[in-house]
């Protein structure tokens, strides 16, 4: 099982950037696509992007494609979202996540427990 430690999310201004980071246990870790999703308030958590286990297949939803790089590197057992030219819309939660594929990500099944996700917010 995975477990996922996130971190880097903070205040920023609209127009900053930020990059998130997400720690993974285990051994297991640079077999499984990795994902980031995020919660806004009153809203369902929302899938953001994806890569693959050897991080040279990316995929972003429509609202981040161009201003968010999704990257790992599996010798740290580490997974980043860097955030440029954030907007006030992008202020939420922010979760990372583990699965066996890069559609089964896109498909929400994830593996093991959510982490305690790391907060964005964009003030305008």
């Known amino acids: 099982q995975v477990q996922l430690v996130e971190s880097g999310g903070r205040l920023v201004q609209a127009g900053g950037s930020l990059r998130l980071s997400c720690a993974a246990s285990g051994r297991t870790f640079s077999s499984y696509a990795m994902g980031w999703f995020r919660q806004a308030p009153g809203k369902e958590r929302e899938f953001v992007a994806a890569?693959?286990?050897?991080?040279?297949?990316?995929y972003y939803i429509a609202s981040v494609t161009g201003r968010f790089t999704i990257s790992r590197d599996n010798a740290k057992n580490t997974v980043f979202l860097q955030m440029n030219s954030l907007k006030p819309e992008d202020t939420a939660v922010y979760y990372c996540?583990?699965?066996?594929?890069?559609?089964?990500?896109?498909?929400?099944?994830?593996?093991?427990?959510w982490g305690q996700g790391t907060q964005v917010t964009v003030s305008s």
């Open positions: 996540a583990a699965a066996v594929s890069m559609s089964a990500m896109r498909g929400r099944a994830t593996l093991g427990p």
């Open positions: 890569i693959n286990w050897s991080g040279d297949n990316t």
